[in-house]
């Protein structure tokens, strides 16, 4: 079972940005250094790293601002984000937050509707 998953999320890596490639939008240079890590479309490259993909925009932001500032700490992420500027951090934010990530993310904004009747076991009367 928990070799099918590993499967499962390694096809998924291969599969999706292919499938990202299509959308309009275009990249920031600087996704490149990013992608090494995050992949370029924020699915990443070895589960030691977190996917970007999906995430909300002001998450993103908020992240890369607490490393650059040393708010967060990350020996890896505060040397990253120490040469980003403003710009850099809106583009990548931009980027990564518009890219489909692998697992459905509930919006904010949108009311929740469950795909799946709710179990009715159990119930009396
Ligand atoms: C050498 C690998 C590497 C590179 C290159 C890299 N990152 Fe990271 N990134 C990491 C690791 C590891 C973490 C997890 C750090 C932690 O635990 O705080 C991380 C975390 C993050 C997070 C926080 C994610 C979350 O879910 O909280 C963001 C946002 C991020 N990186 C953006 C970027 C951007 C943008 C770039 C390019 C400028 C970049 N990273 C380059 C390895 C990398």
Redesign the pocket.
């Known amino acids: 079972m928990k070799r099918l998953s590993l499967i499962a999320a390694l096809a998924a890596c291969i599969a999706l940005p292919a499938f990202a490639a299509n959308n309009a939008a275009k990249p920031p240079a600087?996704?490149a250094?990013?992608?090494?890590?995050?992949g370029t479309n924020g699915i990443a490259r070895l589960p030691?790293?977190?996917?970007?993909a999906g995430?909300y925009d002001t998450?993103?932001k908020r992240?890369?601002h607490d490393?650059k500032d040393g708010l967060?700490?990350?020996p890896?992420?505060n040397a990253?984000?120490a040469?980003?500027s403003d710009q850099?951090?809106n583009e990548?934010?931009a980027w990564?937050s518009s890219r489909p990530p692998k697992v459905y993310t509930p919006s904010v904004t949108e009311p929740f509707t469950p795909k799946v009747e709710p179990d009715s076991a159990g119930k009396s009367g």
Do not use: T
């Open positions: 600087k996704v250094v990013c992608g090494a890590c995050h030691m790293y977190p996917d970007l995430q998450y993103i992240a890369l490393y967060r700490k990350n890896i992420m990253q984000a040469g980003l850099d951090i990548l934010a990564f």
